[in-house]
């Protein structure tokens, strides 16, 4: 009995760590002088686009990052503004091109 309970704790822990996975956005900064992590709801479940990193060298610039349809529907302009990685205006300039296809 007790291995049966033990077996089924192990398989509810790894279930609830696969969506938290499938549901949530995991974007990171380790640049300037703090490191910054928060979570990001994903609006699909889906693997893609887990583990985001800031750092513009990874992903190119944020205007490569906020490229990503997923990443930009989901909120991360809001992100990069709270995190003062961009500005308002910054981010809407950016978008517009996006948006013109430049």
């Known amino acids: 009995m007790g291995k049966k309970i033990t077996q089924f704790i192990i398989v509810a822990l790894v279930c609830g760590l696969a969506y938290f996975l499938l549901s949530n956005h995991i974007i990171f900064y380790t640049g300037g002088e703090e490191k910054k992590i928060t979570l990001l709801k ?11 990193s800031l750092e513009t060298g990874e992903y190119g610039s944020f205007e490569t990052i906020l490229k990503n349809g997923t990443l930009r529907e989901d909120g991360l302009g809001g992100i990069l503004v709270e995190w003062e990685l961009l500005t308002e205006e910054e981010l809407a300039k950016t978008e517009q091109k996006i948006d013109a296809g430049e």
């Open 42 to 52: 994903k609006s699909t479940l889906t693997l893609n686009d887990t583990f985001v």
